[in-house]
């Protein structure tokens, strides 16, 4: 119960930073969000590290900076995603495919989920389609950028959790300053290659401090949930995310979603309810 306990509340605080990063993402560059955001969540772990029960060890910087990598991908992907489509079709698609990567990964190590369990995988990826789908009824057409980025992003996203898990159990935050070691490095790699400014438009930076800290809370809130409980469980409830980040952009940005889409959302959400409850 306590695993279920935080990997619930971490699911929707992780909705929430979305939120903040997906508005930060429309008012100032990818990369420049990505950095900043990151560097706010290491602030944050590096606060905790001495607070919260830990071992440092190779093994879990090694295992941190994989998922680290991992991550940088997805959310460089997810944020590009939320500022080029709609909150409410990107964050679901990704929570869908995010969801899928530890089951797949729980199946080729010995897990075997009950029947329930895989009914809700299927059911997510039929979401996967309806979601994708144009209010006109056609295919995605011009918007399958954001479509295939949200794809992307949330294999990434289910590589990180995948990554964590595996890190040694009494370690505690040290794989989460891994992590952010290694995306910050990443992508301001990237920035530079790239020739892109990592300054922030004015009047960003607060909303995308809030998304890092934000983030980095839900990192520590799934890392102790991942110790403490079955991947396959913990990852389930996480991807549950979109509620909180549907729900801010349905009553803050007043999205609006086609029939089509309302019911892939909400098959996406129960694909993952299903899982859960296998």
Not at 60 to 73: D, E, R
Not at 182 to 197: D, F, H, N, P, W
Request: hydrophobic fraction near 60%; aromatic fraction near 6%; glycine fraction near 12%.
């Amino acid at each position: 119960m306590t695993a279920v306990a935080l990997a619930t509340a971490c699911a929707v605080i992780f909705g929430t930073a979305d939120f903040f990063g997906g508005l930060a993402t429309r008012r100032s560059k990818v990369l420049a969000v990505v950095v900043l955001s990151q560097l706010g969540g290491l602030l944050l772990v590096a606060a905790l590290l001495p607070v919260l029960p830990g071992h440092p060890s190779t093994a879990a910087l090694a295992w941190g900076m994989a998922s680290g990598v991992a991550g940088a991908f997805g959310i460089v992907l997810f944020y590009r995603g939320l500022a080029t489509g709609m909150m409410s079709v990107i964050a679901p698609t990704t929570a869908t495919t995010a969801m899928a990567v530890p089951v797949v990964f729980g199946l080729l190590t010995g897990d075997r989920p009950s029947a329930l369990a895989l009914v809700g995988v299927a059911l997510g990826l039929f979401a996967v389609l309806l979601v994708s789908r144009e209010p006109n009824g056609g295919a995605s057409g011009p918007k399958a950028g954001p479509i295939i980025a949200a794809l992307v992003s949330g294999a990434g996203f289910g590589g990180f959790f995948v990554l964590l898990k595996l890190a040694p159990a009494d370690s505690g935050t040290w794989p989460l300053l891994g992590a952010r070691i290694a995306s910050i490095t990443l992508v301001a790699l990237l920035a530079l290659a790239t020739r892109r400014s990592l300054r922030p438009v004015p009047g960003s930076l607060r909303v995308t401090i809030a998304a890092g800290v934000l983030d980095m809370a839900a990192n520590v809130l799934y890392l102790f949930a991942a110790q403490r409980g079955m991947l396959t469980l913990v990852a389930v409830l996480v991807s549950l995310y979109p509620a909180s980040t549907l729900l801010l952009a349905r009553y803050v940005l007043g999205e609006r979603l086609s029939p089509v889409q309302i019911t892939g959302v909400g098959f996406a959400l129960g694909a993952i309810a299903l899982i859960a409850a296998a």
